[in-house]
């Protein structure tokens, strides 16, 4: 049925007071539109006269019906793009697309229109963009959808979370016209209630969006906790997890040579961004506002973070940035945290993977973290941040990249020897990692070896570690003579502590507090001159070994043939199997001691 006058405009979730009916003057009938191909049709007894074409659509219509609405087609002179069809209009960049110019005509045709949350921002920008004003026709579109977006939607804060979502292909019109400061200003004065639903709303909202309602809340002061909360929530949503790449690269150490990963494409059909373009900016905004309170952000988030940043090739100052911050809460990280992949490649597509003399860890990037968190300490002298809790975080860390095939000794140890001496109590875990090391790289030559375990003290091993070292054929001579003589400093310091006091006058057999036996306490000092003796002769015979091989190195100019054929001497090999078979028997006879020791205070 034809129209004859001008039907309501709904507002849809308005009040009944909020709804008012819409008389649009028309001297056309016009029953429809029709859509055929890329073309819109008025459909009516009147041929149209007027081509308007929006983005690839074109719509023919009639000029009466929006002369009578829009200003703007009366400010410009048709008469220059006419055709045999009639007159032709392009209107390039049109708010709200091809959509909302349909919706624009049906309410210049007197049609029924209804504004709702996720159409009352184009039709305001697309309204302004035609000059839809009262001094045009009373009751014209920029009024209404005004008093819609001001009565209805910037009350609710949830419908200012919608309209924001629809200005996301308005700029510049919806920033001109000020929607985006307003919904911005409902949605920040909402944020004290439902607070758990309004953080997780927000956070589906364009990155500058998301921005522009936190600039709006720490204004007005917002907490640096509530401020942590919104930023970490908005970045597991829209940032893509890596964790499955990152547990794929510790599978590398079980004897796959090469290993490669994609990291999948991001948000374009929800963004309209390009997918890297936009995690890049994502990030970037990010780290700009993150809050500087320890507390307000947790250190595997900003390790995450830091990982993200690095995939997405974000500036080298952000990155900086990142590792300040998480060398400021550094012992708050776990080792899996600290695994970093080498990223490699560029915006055709992230991978991680390990070639060449690439590390398969970036290493770099935690010996940087682990400076700053030194410089950070050396601010605060007074506090205790617990640099034990340190050490044994780099220790393991250096056990999980110790099976690297690329890692050189010398990023191994600059790692290891980065702690004073006194951040590490005992040096058992570092001895597991070097031992770890020495077993994934079997070619090192004698002086690396000797080098990587100058970063370990041996008086800093424990009776168990010192035993094993004692037997690990990995380390150098050197090395293990000081573990054996540190492993006999510890016993006699226990041999000692245990004696039974000199006076003891006053005291029964019975009462006497002494774990041992002096029978077995004389032994055990038997034992340690013997020992004792078996080292000290260690060292003269490697003394003497090495000042003959330098005087052979000198006479035969030739110091690898000469260290050879001296290695293979009978006099040399002789030595040293007594030596090594002298050094066994002792240690065993040390160990049975040890074990005895052990079963006689249990007993007693």
Request: negative net charge.
């Amino acid at each position: 049925m034809a129209h004859t006058n001008c039907p309501q405009i709904n507002y849809e979730n308005a009040t009944e007071s909020h709804q008012q009916d819409l008389l649009v003057p028309t001297n056309l009938i016009v029953e429809n539109f029709e859509k055929k191909g890329h073309s819109w049709f008025a459909v009516s007894q009147l041929p149209s006269d007027l081509s308007v074409k929006v983005d690839d659509i074109t719509f023919y219509v009639h000029q009466f019906p929006l002369l009578s609405r829009c200003g703007y087609l009366g400010q410009i002179d048709l008469r220059t793009s006419i055709t045999k069809d009639g007159y032709e209009l392009k209107l390039q960049n049109f708010p709200g697309g091809a959509e909302t110019f349909e919706t624009v005509l049906k309410f210049c045709y007197g049609f029924p229109v209804s504004l709702t949350t996720k159409n009352a921002a184009p039709l305001r920008c697309a309204a302004e963009f035609l000059d839809m004003t009262e001094e045009v026709e009373d009751g014209n579109l920029i009024s209404k959808t005004e008093s819609f977006l001001t009565l209805v939607v910037f009350s609710s804060w949830k419908d200012s979370i919608t309209v924001l979502k629809s200005c996301e292909t308005l700029s510049p019109w919806a920033e001109n016209l000020q929607i985006v400061r307003k919904c911005s200003d409902s949605i920040a004065r909402a944020s004290e209630i439902e607070q758990n639903r309004w953080k997780y709303d927000v956070s589906t909202l364009r990155i500058d969006h998301f921005m522009r309602i936190l600039e709006a809340m720490m204004l007005k002061g917002l907490g640096s906790d509530f401020l942590g909360s919104c930023i970490m929530i908005y970045a597991e949503k829209w940032l893509i997890q890596t964790d499955g790449e990152i547990e794929g690269l510790k599978r590398y150490q079980n004897g796959k040579k090469e290993q490669k990963w994609r990291i999948q494409q991001g948000r374009k059909q929800e963004t309209g961004f390009e997918p890297y373009h936009d995690q890049r900016t994502i990030i970037e905004r990010l780290v700009s506002i993150l809050p500087h309170e320890k507390e307000s952000i947790s250190c595997k988030f900003l390790l995450w973070m830091l990982k993200m940043a690095m995939v997405y090739a974000v500036s080298p100052a952000l990155v900086s940035e990142l590792e300040k911050r998480v060398g400021m809460v550094m012992e708050d990280a776990s080792v899996y945290d600290l695994l970093i992949p080498s990223y490699t490649g560029g915006e055709e597509g992230n991978q991680i993977k390990s070639t060449g003399e690439q590390t398969l860890f970036n290493v770099d990037v935690v010996q940087r973290i682990l400076e700053y968190y030194l410089m950070h300490e050396q601010q605060q002298p007074t506090q205790n941040h617990g640099k034990s809790s340190i050490s044994k975080l780099l220790d393991n860390y250096l056990a999980e990249i110790a099976g690297d095939p690329n890692l050189s000794v010398t990023k191994f140890q600059v790692i290891a020897e980065s702690l004073p001496d006194n951040a590490r109590p005992c040096d058992d875990g570092l001895y597991r990692a070097i031992d770890i090391y020495l077993k994934a790289h079997p070619a090192l030559s004698e002086h690396e070896r000797r080098r990587l375990c100058r970063s370990m003290d041996c008086q800093k091993l424990s009776i168990d570690a010192c035993t094993h070292a004692a037997q690990n054929d990995r380390l150098p001579l050197r090395t293990v003579m000081q573990v054996l003589f540190a492993e006999q400093v510890k016993l006699r310091a226990t041999m000692h502590k245990n004696q039974p006091a000199t006076n003891n006058d006053n005291l029964d057999q019975d009462d006497n507090n002494c774990s041992f036996p002096k029978e077995e306490i004389k032994m055990l000092k038997v034992e340690v001159e013997r020992i004792m003796v078996v080292i000290e002769d260690l060292q003269r015979d490697y003394t003497n070994l090495h000042q003959n091989c330098e005087k052979m190195i000198k006479k035969q100019n030739g110091w690898i043939l000469g260290w050879n054929k001296f290695k293979k001497s009978t006099l040399f090999q002789g030595k040293l199997d007594s030596n090594e078979n002298r050094e066994g028997k002792e240690k065993e006879k040390k160990i049975n001691s040890i074990l005895r020791l052990k079963r006689r205070q249990s007993i007693s």
